[in-house]
């Protein structure tokens, strides 16, 4: 089974705050996510990566800047930080993209007070 | 771009009794990768089943799903509901290395 760490588990910050999240994969997986969850709205894509230095813009962007250093790793930035971002984030990998699933972390439940 | 329709936000059921949930979507691929993931209390998603082919029942853990293009329907189903599957139930597409999710149908299940 695919391993997929996040860090930290839970986070709490004020208004205008500076967040990271990380997120490691450790199965060599090309394709790398990073979802939020909130009731009624469900999963929703910030950003994603197809490898190290690479980065696509998901649907739900503002607000939010990423970062794929290695094949590993990929943060996701929050740079001023806004109570609407309180939320379940996950990170999620697969291997090659569109018939792969997804395996996800744990999750990090950030509040942003 | 692509988008997911699941209509129930939630589902309760007894259990024994069937279950369906729905799932619709929209793209413009031709070929879609259609999925659905299974996330129980305090958990991470996980995939519960998928589906490329046209027509072909996929079975999974007691559950199936087919997927009907013609229809563009992905519609989730057992034959007999456990307590067990009390959960949150996701149905989602990629097209095109981009997973879309719908918002997720709650099922509850009571003795």
């Known amino acids: 089974e695919a391993a997929v760490t996040q860090s930290p588990r839970n986070k709490v910050t004020v208004t205008g705050g500076n967040v990271t999240l990380s997120c490691r994969q450790t199965n060599s997986h090309n394709y790398m996510y990073w979802y939020r969850q909130d009731t009624g709205h469900g999963l929703r894509l910030i950003h994603y990566s197809y490898g190290a230095g690479n980065l696509q813009i998901g649907d739900v962007p503002d607000g939010y800047k990423a970062t794929r250093t290695t094949q590993e790793d990929f943060f996701l930035l929050l740079e001023l930080a806004s109570p609407s971002q309180t939320s379940l984030y996950f990170c999620?990998?697969?291997?090659?993209?569109?018939?792969?699933?997804?395996?996800f972390g744990h999750g990090t439940k950030l509040s942003v007070l | 771009g692509d988008s997911v329709t699941q209509t129930e936000g939630l589902v309760t059921l007894t259990e024994g009794l069937p279950v369906m949930l729905n799932c619709t979507y929209q793209?413009?691929?031709?070929?879609?990768?259609l999925f659905w993931y299974v996330q129980h209390l305090n958990e991470s998603p996980r995939l519960l089943l998928k589906?490329?082919?046209?027509?072909k029942r996929t079975e999974h853990q007691g559950f199936h799903a087919t997927l009907h293009k013609s229809s563009s329907s992905f519609h989730l189903q057992k034959s007999s509901a456990q307590l067990s599957d009390s959960a949150l139930y996701y149905c989602?597409?990629?097209?095109?290395?981009?997973?879309?999710f719908g918002k997720g149908t709650s099922l509850v299940v009571h003795p």
């Open positions: 989602a597409l990629n097209g095109n290395y981009k997973p879309t």
């Open positions: 793209t413009i691929y031709s070929n879609p990768f």
């Open positions: 589906s490329f082919t046209d027509n």
């Open positions: 999620a990998s697969s291997e090659t993209g569109a018939n792969e699933r997804l395996f």
